[in-house]
């Protein structure tokens, strides 16, 4: 199942931003632990934040702690990450995969770019 990523942009430091993740096919759902990550030129693509099955558990990295939101809503199958207060050491290109990932599911990602 591969999984496709929307609504990065550019936004001015400050600003703020919502990506959705859903899976390809109407007829797939999300079923697992899902987690966004992002990644920059030449790094490794990072966790950025994780989301159980039932939505009842998250995590974050210590950098977006406060200021990004993961959540899902299963009726619609999708998953989003809101995005406040934005930095331009944000700017990455996000993806959503399952948690932990699989080499099957990345999708092409969405850009999200911070800066004046």
């Known amino acids: 199942?591969?999984?496709?990523?929307?609504?990065?942009?550019?936004?001015?430091?400050?600003?703020?931003?919502?990506?959705?993740?859903t899976p390809s096919g109407t007829s797939r759902r999300l079923l697992n632990n899902m987690a966004w990550y992002?990644?920059?030129?030449?790094?490794?693509?990072?966790?950025?934040?994780?989301?159980?099955?039932d939505n009842t558990?998250?995590?974050?990295?210590?950098?977006?702690?406060?200021?990004?939101?993961?959540?899902?809503?299963?009726?619609?199958?999708?998953?989003y990450l809101q995005m406040t207060s934005l930095k331009p050491e944000d700017t990455a290109v996000y993806f959503c995969n399952t948690a932990p990932p699989s080499s099957l599911t990345w999708g092409r990602g969405t850009q999200v770019t911070v800066s004046s």
């Open 1 to 21: 199942v591969q999984l496709v990523e929307s609504g990065g942009g550019l936004v001015q430091p400050g600003g703020s931003l919502t990506l959705s993740c």
């Open 38 to 53: 992002r990644q920059v030129p030449e790094n490794a693509r990072e966790l950025v934040a994780s989301i159980n099955v």
């Open 57 to 79: 558990r998250t995590h974050y990295v210590e950098a977006v702690k406060g200021r990004f939101t993961i959540s899902r809503d299963n009726t619609k199958n999708t998953m």
